[in-house]
């Protein structure tokens, strides 16, 4: 019970302080509050503006003490992201706090988009051209944006 309470808090609080740039609700809230959609709008001045990114958003029964798995639903080129749309994001990961919002989550991964950390990838393609061509990455991600991910 107090699991269901605690996403049900965490969605009123998105609703009543929005993300910018991003959006997330339960699927269906009245059947299952446990799986969510939502979405991440490109930043300007990156490769992603114009597009919108979609999100399977599933929280673990032991939310808020292990993070939810995220996982990008529209096909994003990027360093950090794979093709399945897996994260990679220390705060989904090893530096999960159970103090972390909904709402902090969206927006560390809007700056993921911004600014993606060449440390770690999961795409090593994108990571590769990233780091020895940036201009050919920013050129393979707007096509991708594009493609799949326009409004």
């Known amino acids: 019970m107090a699991f269901s309470k605690r996403l049900s808090l965490h969605h009123r609080e998105l609703e009543k302080n929005p993300a910018p740039l991003c959006h997330a609700q339960p699927e269906d809230p009245e059947n299952d509050i446990t799986h969510w959609i939502g979405y991440i709008d490109g930043p300007e001045e990156t490769p992603f503006a114009g597009g919108r990114f979609h999100l399977n958003i599933d929280f673990p029964e032991a939310f808020p003490f292990q993070p939810p798995r995220i ?3 529209t096909p994003i080129y990027h360093p950090n992201i794979s093709i399945k749309g897996e994260i990679c994001l220390d705060i989904l990961h090893s530096q999960w706090s159970p103090a972390l919002s909904i709402r902090a989550l969206l927006i560390s991964l809007c700056s993921l988009l911004t600014d ?6 999961l795409n090593r393609d994108a990571l590769k051209l990233y780091q020895t061509d940036k201009q050919k990455y920013e050129e393979i991600a707007r096509e991708w944006t594009r493609k799949h991910a326009t409004k």
């Open 116 to 121: 993606p950390n060449v440390e770690h990838g």
């Open 71 to 73: 996982r990008f639903i």
